[in-house]
DNA sequence: CTGTTAGCGCATTCAC
DNA sequence: GTGAATGCGCTAACAG
């Protein structure tokens, strides 16, 4: 035990201070602990109310809404009675009751296919910083995958938030079209639909695998592998049209189901060998550490051996890996930002956005090399 | 191109199919769609209201509300109109207004200082799960690490949800106590504050560092370093604990401020050379890993040179690795059931829950070793 | 500038 | 079993 024996335990000793006054309100009276500490947990009090912190000011509760809101010009004295009213009675507004007044929620909801892919928590920092710039909150679920819950969860969300950002849904069709018939506003990340009036935000993954391709063939490949994610995902049916393209150009791409996780790269592996290929595109970066993984435990030299390429670019930031994956990148925060001011203007009813595509660039680290065997 | 062309794209070719009766309401009458595309996105329009509903079917809106709440035997007939009424007109209930008169908001609230760490979805995900069971929608908010905005997102939290988890709050021990006394519910997750009067689930991180530190112990291992995490972090704090007392079983632990993701882990590897120690343990499985990363990179080899053990045990199923990582593991879907629970019991006023605690166990698998040059 | 009056949409007493 | 009336807590006209 060399350094910082054991401060960090403890910011502050107990008891050792009170808020600051710029942390909370309710130091303007000195009665504002004793006051609180009446709040017992056993007693589930009534909640103190605006008519309360009006009655204690001597205001109405116009008033007090006027200065808790800035909506309107009060009389400095009264402003004070009714702020030292509000940090004596530790008021706070009633969501709920706000919501309805104003007629709106005062958040956004976001709903993610999943959470443990460090790529959407990246989105939603910038989503939230948006929201949170335009006094907002962020209501995130996961849909965990699951196509059939998915659309449940967007109602719960559309019935709670004045928007919602779809992350990559899988839900089919007619459940998008019945959604994008609710008049409330909607904005789709990672997924186009034709003919769906849903304004949307997407990254261009077909340039992005077209890219990749014309590394790998470039690079004297001609037999690639892609690892397949999830079936009903759009971004996963984007990559493959890609492949489809590529076909012109000389280069036969194997599909093999697989997933969206590392473990499911890495069972996918023997998969892999078995197909004879020289090179493999893997639908995320997790799947492509997954296989690399399996494959260097199998023998196989990375990129020696098989070239594995991800997509995404997850690992610089997020992932530790001794393996720098060649992938295909993307600007995580540009995407929330954008899908973020896309619906904040949709519900500012300056809709009519276009859609707008986030463009890949290919990032050529250590796992993408010449095949060991040159075709031809 | 060899197989699944691109059926994947789409899952039902465009205008193929409707929502089938089971998965959305509104198929009762023909004038479904018709009525449903009216909603253009333009026109914000008056959204539908219980009192339309009423209109509609003929009945009060007591009815209304007693067949869509369940609250009371309605008479057959008119519980069928009702319900037609509510397909019809896409008719769905306003949260606010619910939350309103209910007194409840349906929604409970999470609060977690970082989502990238695999660890933190993975609790989510068994909070979710019991609080869907309960028929409440969970809200999470991230703090970013961010001990200041913390308790700000917290309040958020706390206004529009019925009860809260913090999940390894930052914040100071004035500022819990603040909100402790707000009398809503709360629950700590991995914190434990002295004298506090909110329940906690928390893991035993004290135990599991002891439990590696024994295990470093007999393999041989003296000097040992700790890539020590986020300062405000009780986790952490416990974790220096162990240290502390395992002094007295002659291992001598270095402390090297590090951080709570695979770059701090990374980074710090260079001290840990500097430092010559022959183990080093780290603040989480993310950390360690970065760290195996930089140290393998900088020519060493784990474990026969260093041994790198890690502490949360996310690396089995989440993370893409080909070492694998000797760690201390918990059950984190346990946890967050615990959690879950104790809220809803602090919610039901069934509450006093004492202090619950989660163990943790060593899992010991390819990253410690005996070290190169034994201590005596 | 301020107080009074109406709702926001829904659940829930009450009478019937 | 059903409808009418009341109120949840707050904001937004509306008068003064």
């Given at each position: 035990m060399t350094e910082n024996p054991r401060t960090s335990a403890e910011p502050d000793p107990p008891g050792d201070r009170m808020p600051k006054k710029s942390e909370l309100p309710?130091?303007?009276?000195?009665?504002v602990m004793a006051s609180a500490s009446?709040?017992?947990?056993?007693?589930?009090q009534r909640r103190v109310t605006i008519t309360d912190v009006g009655t204690a000011a001597g205001v109405s509760t116009s008033t007090v809404s006027r200065v808790l809101n800035g909506t309107a010009r009060v009389d400095p004295e009264l402003a004070r009675r009714v702020q030292d009213a509000v940090a004596e009675l530790g008021y706070r507004p009633n969501a709920a009751a706000q919501g309805l007044a104003r007629g709106e929620a005062g958040a956004i909801g976001v709903l993610v296919?999943?959470?443990?892919?460090?790529y959407f928590p990246d989105v939603l920092k910038s989503v939230s910083a948006v929201a949170r710039s335009n006094g907002r909150r962020v209501m995130v679920m996961e849909s965990d995958e699951d196509a059939t819950s998915e659309h449940e969860l967007a109602e719960d969300l559309m019935r709670c938030c004045d928007g919602v950002l779809l992350c990559?849904?899988?839900?089919n069709r007619a459940e998008l079209v019945d959604l994008s018939l609710r008049g409330h506003p909607v904005v789709l990340v990672n997924r186009i639909v034709p003919g769906l009036s849903l304004p949307s935000v997407s990254v261009d993954f077909y340039g992005g695998m077209t890219l990749v391709c014309g590394h790998l063939t470039q690079l004297g490949h001609r037999r690639v592998a892609y690892l397949s994610g999830?079936?009903?995902?759009w971004a996963n049916a984007e990559r493959i049209r890609a492949f489809d393209a590529a076909a012109a150009f000389g280069v036969d791409v194997t599909v093999i189901p697989c997933g969206h996780t590392a473990r499911h790269g890495y069972a996918a592996a023997d998969a892999v060998r078995d197909s004879g290929v020289t090179a493999v595109v893997a639908y995320n970066d997790l799947v492509a550490l997954g296989a690399v993984t399996a494959l260097e435990e199998s023998g196989?030299?990375?990129?020696?051996d098989m070239s594995v390429i991800g997509c995404d670019?997850?690992?610089?930031?997020d992932l530790p890996s001794s393996r720098r994956l060649t992938t295909a990148s993307l600007a995580r925060d540009e995407l929330g930002r954008q899908a973020a001011q896309t619906l904040e203007a949709l519900m500012a009813a300056n809709g009519d956005t276009e859609p707008r595509v986030i463009p890949m660039e290919l990032r050529v680290r250590h796992t993408s090399a010449p095949p060991a065997v040159p075709a031809h």
């Open positions: 309710g130091t303007a009276s000195a009665s009446v709040a017992k947990k056993g007693a589930r296919p999943d959470l443990s892919n460090p990559s849904p899988r839900m999830p079936e009903a995902s196989l030299r990375v990129p020696e670019d997850i690992s610089l930031d």
